[in-house]
Every structure is written in structure tokens, then in C-alpha cells.
């Protein structure tokens, strides 16, 4: 007997297919979180790959936001210390969207998830570029519901790699004592 491809088998293997990839990244990071802080000898690379792995975990926090604070005051480039830990933050929050692509119920009962969800309808994209800029422990729940909402993967990249890297950026500045320089030369 063969099984017949329909839209919605696809849809369902989809599914499934995003929640084992979120399962595998969410336990690689676990599995890695004690050896978060060794990575800063690798450099940029090594801010990058922690900030991937510290934001590749949901709801669990991962010391990846304390190593780009120190490797700021201690790397030649606060600018490009900032930039590596964005660009893996953002990426690693992909984890939170597949797995809301995946399991859509798997939020929904959580009381921030339906204000999420309004503002995200009201202000798209916008919406995650905020929730990205500003520390808070809800932006996991702002992935999830990306993905239950089938909001489109790349603008949600997009929007989260710009607000985590200008949050990184200005905490790297902070580490190595220079946010008012930082302030001064591109803000004013």
C-alpha cells in the first residue's frame, strides 16, 4: 500500500520535521552549555558560536550574553565582538520559531502568548525587532509564536539578527568601558 501525498501529509511532515530539528538543537546546546565560556579563546568565532548556542536554548538561560560583556573589554574590536554575538544570537533563535512551527500548542497557554500573538498581527516584523533589542525573558515565547503563526522565516531572521546584534553591539561597547565613546560617535 502507498501513501497518497497530500497538502496536508506534507504540512504534518513539515511539522515534524521542524520539531526534531528544534529537539536536536535544543539538546546540543544543553549538552555544550558548560563549555560556553571556553569558546571565548576562539576569538570572534567563539562569541559567535556561544551567542548561536546560548540562543538556541528556550526558556533556559545560557552565559552566552556574559561572555560578549567580557570579551568586549578584552577583544581589539568591541564593534566586531558585538556583531559575531548578534549575528549568533539571531540565528539561534530559529530554534524557538521551528519549534513553534512544529508544535503549535506548545505555548498557547502561557498568558504573554496571546499579546504576542496581537502584536504581532499589528506590527509584523517590527514587533520581533523590538522584542530582540530589549532583554526579556519572552522573546522565546515571540519565536514560538512566529513559527505557530507561519510568520515568514526570513523576515523573522531578519528582524531578530537587527535587534540582537544593535543589543549586542551596545553590551560588548559596555564591556570594554566605551558606551559613552560608542554613544557619542554613532548615536548623537
Known amino acids: 500500500m502507498r501513501l497518497e501525498s497530500t497538502p496536508k501529509t506534507r504540512a504534518a511532515a513539515r511539522r515534524a520535521a521542524a520539531l526534531l530539528i528544534f529537539i536536536a538543537l535544543t539538546a546540543g546546546a544543553l549538552l555544550l552549555s558548560d563549555s560556553l565560556a571556553s569558546l571565548g579563546r576562539y576569538g570572534y568565532l567563539g562569541v559567535f558560536l556561544a551567542s548561536l548556542i546560548g540562543s538556541a536554548t ?14 568586549g573589554g578584552t577583544m581589539a ?33 502561557q498568558s504573554s502568548y496571546d499579546w504576542i500573538v496581537r502584536q504581532m498581527g499589528r506590527y509584523g516584523g517590527w514587533f520581533i ?39 549586542m553591539v551596545l ?18
Open 58 to 71: 528556550i526558556i533556559l538561560p545560557m552565559p552566552a550574553f556574559a561572555l560578549t560583556f567580557a570579551m
Open 171 to 188: 553590551l560588548a561597547y559596555a564591556g570594554a568601558g566605551l558606551l559613552s565613546q560608542f554613544i557619542d560617535r554613532f548615536i548623537r
Open 77 to 109: 574590536s568591541p564593534l566586531l565582538v558585538g556583531l559575531a554575538a548578534g549575528l549568533g544570537a539571531g540565528l539561534g533563535e530559529i530554534s524557538g520559531y521551528l519549534a513553534g512551527y512544529g508544535g503549535q500548542g506548545i505555548v498557547e497557554k
Open 129 to 167: 525587532f523590538a522584542a530582540a533589542l530589549v532583554p526579556n525573558p519572552a522573546f522565546d515565547v515571540a519565536g514560538v509564536a512566529a513559527g505557530a503563526l507561519r510568520f515568514p522565516v526570513g523576515y523573522f531572521l531578519l528582524a531578530c539578527i537587527a535587534g540582537k546584534t544593535i543589543r
